[in-house]
C-alpha cells in the first residue's frame, strides 16, 4: 500500500452537520468554522427556527446552509446535541446518509436501540462522546471482566435541573430548597425518563458499562453549588474506582457543562488525528 492510499481516509475533509445550533452545537460549529479541527468543514446545520440560526452564522467565515432537520443531507458527519423530542428523527437522517452519529442525547437513546441495529444494518456509526463524565474507558475495559456494582450520584444547582419531568411528581419545589436533598434514587433508565435533558451522563455509562437497569443513579439538588458535579464509583473482578468531575456551566445553559461541546470537538479531531490516547 502506498502512502497516499495508507492516508487517503486520514487527510480527506468531512462535511459535518449539526443539530441543532443550542449551546453545545454553536460552540462546536464556531470552532469549526474557525479551522480548529483539521479535515472537518462544516456543511449544514439544523434549527427549529431558521432565522434565528442563520443570524448566528452570519458572522462565520465560511457559514453553511441552515435547514430543517426533515431537509439535512449530503454529509458524511452528523453532531447530534438537538432536544430529546426530535432526537429520532435526528438519528434517522444519519442512518439515511450512511453517516457517523455522534450523539449527545444519550438517554433518549436507551429507548431507542433499534435505531443501533438500523444504522448497523445500512452501514451507519453511532459513537458516543465522552461528554461531561469521565472514566468511561475503564468503564468500558471493565465491561469486558466482571462489573458487579456501577453508581453515579450527580448533583446540580436547582436551577439547572429545571422542567424536568420528574420534578412533577416531587410534592415540594426543589427552587425553595435551602440545602441539598436526594430528589431521585434509581435506575439509568429510570433517570434518563424522568431528567431528559440533565443526565445523559448516566446513560452513557450504563451503555459503557452493565446497561441502563443495573446503573443506579442518585440525582442531588443543591442550591449552594453553582457547578454540576458527577461522582461515579465502580466494583469489578478487574479494579475498583472512585472519580469525580466538578464542570464548569455553559453561560447559556446552566444545566449544561462546558467541557461537554469541547468532548465533541475532540471527538472530530481524532477522526484524523494520527496520534490518540484513550479506547
Known amino acids: 500500500m502506498s502512502d497516499q492510499e495508507r492516508n487517503s481516509g486520514r487527510s480527506e475533509t468531512k462535511k459535518l452537520a449539526i443539530a441543532s445550533l443550542g449551546s453545545i452545537g454553536l460552540e462546536v460549529a464556531r470552532r469549526i468554522d474557525k479551522g480548529e479541527v483539521p479535515h472537518i468543514s462544516l456543511s449544514q446545520v439544523s434549527a427549529r427556527d431558521i432565522d434565528r440560526a442563520r443570524e448566528k452564522v452570519s458572522q462565520f467565515n465560511q457559514p453553511p446552509q441552515v435547514v430543517p ?50 444504522a448497523r444494518a445500512g452501514g451507519a456509526r453511532i459513537t458516543v462522546p465522552t461528554g461531561a463524565l469521565l472514566g468511561l474507558d475503564a468503564v468500558n475495559a471493565a465491561r469486558h471482566g466482571t462489573i458487579n456494582a456501577v453508581k453515579l ?29 436526594m430528589i431521585f434514587s434509581g435506575s439509568a433508565r429510570e433517570a434518563a ?17 452493565i446497561g441502563p437497569d443495573k446503573t443506579e443513579v442518585e440525582i442531588w439538588a443543591d442550591p449552594s453549588v453553582s457547578r454540576n458535579m458527577h461522582n461515579i464509583s465502580m466494583q469489578s473482578d478487574s479494579s ?11 453561560e447559556t445553559n446552566p444545566g449544561t457543562g462546558k467541557i461537554t461541546a469541547l468532548s465533541a470537538i475532540a471527538a472530530l479531531e481524532r477522526l484524523s488525528a494520527p496520534l490518540f490516547v484513550g479506547t
Open 193 to 209: 425518563k424522568g431528567f431528559p435533558a440533565n443526565v445523559n451522563v448516566g446513560a452513557a455509562l450504563a451503555l459503557a458499562g
Open 153 to 181: 450520584k450527580t448533583t446540580k444547582n436547582p436551577r439547572a435541573l429545571a422542567g424536568a419531568p420528574y420534578l412533577e411528581t416531587l410534592d415540594f419545589d426543589i427552587s425553595s430548597l435551602t440545602e441539598p436533598k
Open 69 to 118: 432537520v426533515g431537509e439535512l443531507g449530503g454529509f458524511d458527519i452528523l453532531l447530534e446535541c438537538a432536544p430529546a423530542a426530535i432526537f429520532e428523527a435526528v438519528v434517522e437522517k444519519g442512518i439515511e446518509n450512511n453517516a457517523l452519529i455522534l450523539t449527545l442525547s444519550v438517554g433518549a437513546l436507551l429507548e431507542r436501540m433499534e435505531l443501533v441495529e438500523r
Open 240 to 250: 475498583n474506582l472512585s472519580m469525580s468531575i466538578e464542570n464548569i456551566q455553559s
